[in-house]
């Protein structure tokens, strides 16, 4: 009984979200590399010639060259290597309200000279769309995470369907062969390589889920003890007219004594030389964002031998005081925040090393193998019933 109500699950299930998947797991499969791929193809926006007895600029030297070209450009935040062959990325201000991660910019650090915009940037951002929402805004979104709430389904129904094999005859369950033909075939394949891939589809689908839903997110923060970070909202406009008009005598006031054609970078290389004094090594990358007000300058940077992509470091520095008030390193954390932390590695494999991203890689380009024979042996089945009736 539960046997063929478990099948029927699994087959009405997979039939109807099996497309859907094989496009989330293709797309996923081509963005595993996109790092490693952008900077194979790109190598005039990221290398630099080093010049013969020059110094790579301090920020706010680089940052007044780059403002030559883009007068107007609102600056966000800076990017840093201690290799001296590295371009500096700066994150400028967008004045499209859809794009809040601001536009980035690859910048030579010896002549302030804007470097090549990426190719195939725009080919991956369209993947990554494709992967999260196919191209549908949050509507795709939704789809995607229901279709992932159904993959888990899919994996679970059809490990239980196939466990008393697996019980029975446990090494021959993971094997298949080409000699086979048809029915026995297509089944062996789509029940062996499943369980291949089983505990990394798994681990996509508890990963993946990150982002569809609030709930899980705040589940998976609830459940590790580690707090969401709380994004800054905009400051809301007073209600009473008095109010309004002492914000507005208050704006004017700043812009009279603080007017944005003479902001000052000269604080930001301030901050960067307090952070190398304080590392005292080299760093692969260390992004400074440039507070609104204050003193105090956060910096996060990552080792030259990181963990992953997502294993960053973080110093605070008062350059005031020239006192350093918080270094917290990945490393020195606990696993659960550590965990937290590289949610996106252990969905695309790359907590594991680059074993785990190829993998990762291969186990999403395997998704279409499902959906094939998935979609053969529902044909196969309509044809025998068809001929049994006749």
């Known amino acids: 009984m539960f046997n063929k109500f478990w099948f029927k699950v699994h087959f009405i299930l997979g039939l109807i979200f099996g497309f859907i998947l094989l496009i989330v797991g293709v797309t996923g499969g081509l963005m595993s590399f996109e790092k490693e791929i952008l900077k194979t193809i790109n190598p005039k926006s990221y290398v630099v010639a080093v010049p013969n007895n020059v110094s790579i600029a301090q920020p706010h030297v680089i940052i007044e060259g780059f403002k030559k070209h883009i007068p107007d450009a609102k600056i966000n935040a800076i990017t840093l290597s201690s290799d001296k062959t590295s371009s500096v990325m700066i994150n400028i201000a967008s004045k499209d309200s859809t794009q809040r991660k601001g536009i980035t910019y690859y910048v030579n650090p010896y002549t302030s000279e804007i470097l090549p915009d990426l190719k195939g940037q725009a080919f991956f951002d369209t993947v990554e769309n494709i992967h999260r929402r196919l191209l549908l805004g949050d509507v795709g979104k939704q789809i995607v995470g229901l279709s992932s709430v159904i993959l888990l389904v899919l994996l679970l129904s059809g490990l239980y369907l196939y466990f008393p094999r697996l019980k029975r005859t446990f090494l021959a369950s993971f094997t298949f062969s080409f000699k086979s033909k048809g029915r026995y075939l297509l089944h062996s394949m789509h029940s062996s390589i499943g369980l291949w891939v089983f505990p990394f589809y798994i681990l996509a689908v508890l990963s993946g889920l990150y982002w569809s839903y609030d709930w899980y997110r705040q589940g998976l923060h609830t459940i590790s003890g580690v707090p969401m970070m709380i994004k800054q909202m905009p400051t809301q406009t007073p209600k009473n007219n008095t109010n309004i008009e002492n914000q507005q005598r208050t704006n004017q006031e700043q812009k009279k004594t603080n007017p944005a054609n003479k902001v000052s970078y000269t604080d930001l290389s301030k901050a960067f030389t307090m952070f190398e004094i304080f590392l005292q090594k080299e760093y692969s990358n260390a992004m400074?964002?440039?507070?609104?007000?204050?003193?105090i300058y956060t910096i996060s940077y990552q080792d030259t031998h990181a963990a992953h992509s997502r294993a960053r470091n973080q110093m605070q520095i008062d350059i005031n005081s020239w006192e350093l008030l918080k270094s917290e390193r990945y490393e020195d954390k606990p696993l659960n925040q550590q965990l937290m932390a590289s949610i996106l590695p252990l969905h695309s494999g790359e907590y594991f090393g680059r074993i785990g991203q190829i993998i990762m890689f291969m186990t999403?380009?395997?998704?279409?193998?499902?959906?094939?024979?998935?979609l053969m042996l529902y044909l196969n089945r309509t044809k025998k019933k068809k001929k049994a009736i006749k």
Do not use: D, Q, V, Y
Not at 288 to 295: L, N, V, Y
Not at 368 to 373: G, Y
């Open 364 to 374: 999403s380009m395997l998704m279409p193998l499902f959906a094939i024979t998935g």
């Open 288 to 295: 400074i964002r440039i507070p609104t007000s204050g003193t």
